[in-house]
C-alpha cells in the first residue's frame, strides 16, 4: 500500500519555465511534508518542508503548496536551471512519530 | 546546514562476508539515525530506526541478523551487513535526525553507500 505517490515517474522543462511536481498521499493522519532532491549515487537534500497548518511555505526560487483536502502537494521551481535536473521526493510523516514515508520520485529534467 | 558524513561511498564485497557501513552526524547530535535502503528506480525503503543506546528497532520484512545495527553515540550509527549475498547488493542511505520535543525536523541524509556484493 503506497501511502505517498508520485504519479510521474519524468517531467522535462525548458529553463527559465516553471516545474510543478506533484505528489498526492492517503493517509490524513500525515501534517508534516517535506521535498528532497537527489543526484545519482548520492543521498537526497532536504530543499522544503511544510507544516498541515499552513497551504504555502516558499523558499527562494522553491515553493511548496499543501492541499489537505485534496491530499495533495506540489513543488513549484521557479525559474527551473539545468542543475535542477534531479530526482525529486516528496515525504510525510505524522508529528512525533519521526517515521517518513517517501514516494517513488519524479525525475526533472531541465532543459537548456 | 547539518551535516552526515557516511562511509565508504562503494564497497564491493565476496558473497558471504561482512560488510560495515558508518554513519556520522558531523554538526549536531542525533537522537535517532534511520537506514534506508533503495532498489533502482525504486524509493527509499526504511530498514530500521536507532535510538543511541537502544536496540534498533526494524521495519517488517528486515532481518535483525542479517543487518545488524549499532548506535552507541549521539554521533555514530554503523549498519553491518552480514554474511553477504548478491541480493543484498543496493544503495544503503542513513539519516539523523534531532529530536525536538515539539514540532519536526527534516530527515538529514549521508551519500549513501553502494553494496555490490560478488
Known amino acids: 500500500d503506497q501511502q505517498v505517490k508520485q504519479n510521474s515517474p519524468s517531467l522535462s522543462v525548458q529553463e527559465g519555465r516553471i516545474s510543478i511536481l506533484n505528489c498526492d498521499y492517503t493517509?490524513?493522519?500525515?501534517?508534516?511534508f517535506l521535498w528532497y532532491k537527489k543526484y545519482p549515487a548520492e543521498g537526497p537534500t532536504f530543499l522544503i518542508s511544510?507544516?498541515?497548518?499552513?497551504d504555502k511555505n516558499e523558499d527562494g526560487r522553491f515553493t511548496v503548496f499543501l492541499n489537505k483536502s485534496a491530499k495533495h502537494l506540489s513543488l513549484h521551481i521557479v525559474p527551473s536551471q539545468p542543475g535542477d535536473s534531479a530526482v525529486y521526493f516528496c515525504?510525510?510523516?505524522?508529528?512525533?512519530?519521526?517515521?517518513?514515508?517517501f514516494g517513488t520520485g519524479t525525475r526533472l529534467k531541465v532543459l537548456a | 546546514g547539518a551535516v552526515v558524513s557516511q562511509h565508504p561511498s562503494r564497497v564491493i564485497c565476496k558473497s558471504g562476508t561482512s560488510v560495515k557501513i558508518e554513519c556520522r552526524s558531523l554538526?549536531?547530535?542525533?537522537?535517532?539515525m534511520f537506514w534506508y535502503r533503495q532498489f533502482p528506480k525504486q524509493s527509499l525503503m526504511l530498514m530500521a530506526t536507532?535510538?543511541?543506546?537502544?536496540?534498533?528497532?526494524?521495519e517488517q520484512g528486515v532481518e535483525k541478523d542479517k543487518f545488524l545495527i549499532n548506535h552507541a553515540s549521539l554521533t555514530l550509527s554503523t549498519l553491518t551487513v552480514t554474511s553477504a549475498h548478491p541480493e543484498d547488493s543496493s544503495f544503503y542511505i542513513c539519516?539523523?535526525?534531532?529530536?525536538?520535543?515539539?514540532?519536526?525536523?527534516?530527515?538529514?541524509f549521508g551519500n549513501g553507500t553502494r553494496l555490490t556484493v560478488t
Open positions: 554538526d549536531f547530535q542525533a537522537t535517532t
Open positions: 539519516s539523523a535526525i534531532f529530536v525536538k520535543l515539539e514540532g519536526n525536523s527534516p530527515l538529514h
Open positions: 515525504a510525510a510523516s505524522i508529528t512525533g512519530t519521526y517515521k517518513y514515508i
Open positions: 511544510i507544516s498541515s497548518i499552513k
Open positions: 493517509n490524513s493522519m500525515f501534517d508534516y
Open positions: 536507532s535510538n543511541e543506546g537502544s536496540k534498533a528497532t526494524y
